[in-house]
DNA sequence: CTGAAAGCGCTAACAA
DNA sequence: TTGTTAGCGCTTTCAG
């Protein structure tokens, strides 16, 4: 690693002055191509490499956007294995039956989608993206090291407590995603749970002529309370009897304890609606483990529109949320929000869509 | 957005000089409690947020590591929809049949699970991680750019130009994941693909007395060799007959199209050992579109360990690479030759595992 | 079209 | 223990 050249180094080999040097990176048609020519060679000879805090601190910006991802932890091919004895050892490698790879349930899979849809439009507009979510618990620091890093924020549901967000929301623009609007000062994106809910139940109701319905989600999340408030629309305006309360899925209860306290409630409803796909998946491997077919004796259906509930079989129905579009969405706010430098958040909702695949009794293909 | 304090601010707030506003920060046990309180508490008042382009002036370093990452493309709820006519409308939430979600196909899923190791690893170190992957091309100016953001970048495999990463290397460690050596100061994390292969193609033989296989893969791509040279190390000691060439899956090939030539070819052989699990994914729908019975009239296996894998009817039997210790391993080099200093490149082979399930013929569970 | 020069906000000697 | 001060490398007026 020789020590970087900076622009005096590449200034001093182009025979020019460390401002031409900086027009040519900035703004080439200001400079004669010939001298222009002269600097990029400069440039490339000594392996020139601008740096970007110089930059940042010179005009005030850095030219970066953050997002603020959940801590999350994974164990490396640890949790979740089916593995069982494994077989002779072949050259070195291990073998191992059945089993594999990252347990999604410990794990929001839909992140993933939002967040490519984040780099994508940070990309097209010429944005870095620092990836920020705190070992631990979300200290001030953390959040602050970051937020001193970028031009502005996007932040997903719950990862950073309130009184840091209210600090933060007056030095940089803030973007909340699928969060319910909760702080004067901040932009969000959000998307319409409860009329995705509604319609879905709906569908459910009137197209499979089910009545007997039950709704399982986490009761203290604001995106599952919506959607349940979408759920018991449907139910009323069918002039179905309306619960009051979804089935709990204590984060601790896996789905095959949670069909397992179902099954000696007695007879299981046409349709166990759950509040997101994840939750849907597990449900539906417990209900396997129970012997339970499903869609025949129980219909399940989730709601995000991850991939793995297209993958999975039966195909899960559901509600798609636009992920990719909220990360694009969330991104196009924060650039709005720092080249106006305006004053006031900015907020939109995008629409959801129901998918009708297998899980909910629909026909296959 | 009020004006962003500095530590003028602070410092003038508290009655300090700004050096002591930054050894509060930076070397608190160097500032007397009481003093480092005030400070604490004008800086609290004042939402002042430390600039990191100003730190990384004054210290030479940024305090953050790059991932340069794939140019993909991905069509929200575009491709590869299964959809068709919608049925009615309901509560302006638009409702549509199968389909669903990002197809996963045109985009090298297992990056996500090595760029969640890199995430974890990096804050875990006190790291920001840039996440950069330009658009379109993979012009000098991008990489230069992120290059110019980080004090260490992590790089995907085929991401990069050659000759780009030649000029960088000696300005920045730069660690390439999966990807077979090729500069002298690179450093690199890989796996052993080979072995791997021929691991899992020794069971198929000896386990399920299978003899008639066929390897299908890209054949410029280095992993792909690597794996097709395990495969045909299986076959050559099996006393089988070696294969010079895999079953190309040109790019634009659909497993669909792919399974009907083979049809059209003859019989099918026992069975289809795909170089990566999106191949084999693809060939298994193929397989299924054309009525054909996975595993009992073809085995198919596939190499990666992805979560659709794992997810899949029948469940993909693989070989996993550990992909967020990639990340994570690649990190630690990193981190390594930052604080090192280090001249020579570093290298790490990581151990893969073979995971036996359904799609070979094992037996469920 | 090009150069000179004044910062941008922070860190880290070095002094006091 | 705290203050003074000299940069870090780049951008950007303002002159020339």
Same mark, same amino acid.
């Given at each position: 690693?020789?020590k970087?050249?900076?622009?005096y180094?590449?200034? #001093?080999?182009?025979g020019?002055s460390i401002a031409?040097?900086?027009?040519?990176?900035?703004?080439?048609?200001r400079?004669?191509?010939?001298t222009?020519?002269?600097v990029?060679?400069?440039?490339?000879a000594?392996g020139y490499?601008?740096?970007?805090s110089?930059?940042?601190?010179a005009k005030?910006q850095?030219?970066a956007?953050?997002?603020?991802?959940? %801590?999350?932890?994974?164990?490396?091919?640890?949790?979740g294995l089916?593995?069982s004895?494994?077989p002779?050892d072949?050259a070195?490698v #291990?073998?191992v039956?059945?089993g594999?790879?990252t %347990?999604?349930r410990?794990?929001p899979?839909y992140?993933d989608e939002v967040?490519?849809?984040?780099?994508?439009?940070c990309?097209?507009?010429g944005y870095?993206?620092?990836i920020?979510g705190?070992?631990?618990?979300?200290?001030e620091?953390?959040v602050? %090291?970051?937020?001193?890093r970028v031009?502005?924020?996007a932040?997903f549901p719950?990862?950073?407590?309130?009184d840091?967000?209210d600090?933060?929301?007056?030095?940089i623009p803030i973007v909340?995603m699928s969060e319910p609007p909760h702080h004067?000062?901040?932009?969000?994106?959000t998307?319409d749970n409860?009329a995705?809910?509604?319609a879905?139940?709906d569908?459910l109701i009137?197209d499979h002529g089910?009545?007997d319905?039950l709704?399982?989600?986490?009761?203290?999340f604001?995106e599952d309370?919506a959607?349940?408030?979408?759920?018991? %629309?449907?139910l009323?305006?069918?002039?179905?009897?309306?619960?009051?309360?979804?089935?709990s899925s204590?984060?601790e209860?896996?789905?095959?304890e949670l069909?397992?306290?179902?099954l000696?409630?007695?007879?299981?409803?046409?349709?166990?609606?759950c509040?997101t796909? #994840?939750?849907a998946l597990d449900?539906?491997d417990?209900?396997?483990?129970?012997?339970v077919?499903v869609?025949?004796q129980?219909?399940?259906t989730?709601?995000?529109?991850i991939?793995?509930?297209?993958?999975?079989r039966?195909?899960?129905?559901?509600?798609?949320?636009p992920m990719?579009?909220m990360?694009?969405?969330?991104v196009e706010?924060?650039?709005e929000l720092i080249t106006?430098?305006?004053?006031h958040?900015?907020?939109?909702?995008?629409p959801v869509?129901?998918?009708l695949?297998?899980?909910?009794g629909?026909?296959?293909?």
């Amino acid at each position: 690693m020789g020590k970087r050249p900076t622009v005096y180094d590449v200034a #001093e080999r182009a025979g020019v002055s460390i401002a031409t040097v900086s027009f040519t990176f900035r703004q080439p048609e200001r400079v004669k191509p010939s001298t222009r020519h002269s600097v990029l060679v400069a440039a490339g000879a000594l392996g020139y490499v601008p740096s970007a805090s110089a930059r940042g601190l010179a005009k005030g910006q850095t030219g970066a956007l953050g997002l603020f991802s959940f %801590d999350y932890l994974r164990a490396e091919d640890a949790a979740g294995l089916t593995t069982s004895a494994a077989p002779a050892d072949r050259a070195g490698v #291990e073998v191992v039956r059945g089993g594999g790879g990252t %347990d999604f349930r410990h794990f929001p899979l839909y992140v993933d989608e939002v967040q490519r849809g984040v780099e994508l439009e940070c990309w097209q507009r010429g944005y870095a993206l620092l990836i920020g979510g705190g070992n631990q618990i979300t200290s001030e620091a953390v959040v602050t %090291d970051i937020a001193g890093r970028v031009d502005g924020l996007a932040i997903f549901p719950h990862t950073v407590p309130n009184d840091i967000l209210d600090r933060l929301v007056h030095r940089i623009p803030i973007v909340a995603m699928s969060e319910p609007p909760h702080h004067d000062n901040l932009s969000h994106v959000t998307v319409d749970n409860a009329a995705g809910m509604r319609a879905l139940t709906d569908h459910l109701i009137a197209d499979h002529g089910m009545s007997d319905l039950l709704f399982v989600g986490r009761t203290p999340f604001s995106e599952d309370e919506a959607r349940f408030r979408g759920f018991q %629309d449907a139910l009323r305006s069918a002039g179905l009897r309306v619960p009051r309360k979804p089935l709990s899925s204590g984060s601790e209860r896996t789905g095959h304890e949670l069909v397992a306290d179902l099954l000696s409630r007695g007879p299981l409803p046409h349709a166990l609606v759950c509040a997101t796909d #994840e939750l849907a998946l597990d449900i539906m491997d417990g209900l396997v483990e129970h012997g339970v077919a499903v869609p025949h004796q129980v219909a399940v259906t989730g709601f995000d529109g991850i991939a793995a509930g297209h993958i999975a079989r039966p195909a899960l129905t559901t509600v798609r949320q636009p992920m990719e579009l909220m990360g694009r969405a969330a991104v196009e706010i924060l650039v709005e929000l720092i080249t106006h430098q305006a004053e006031h958040p900015v907020s939109r909702q995008l629409p959801v869509k129901v998918l009708l695949r297998e899980s909910c009794g629909c026909p296959t293909g």
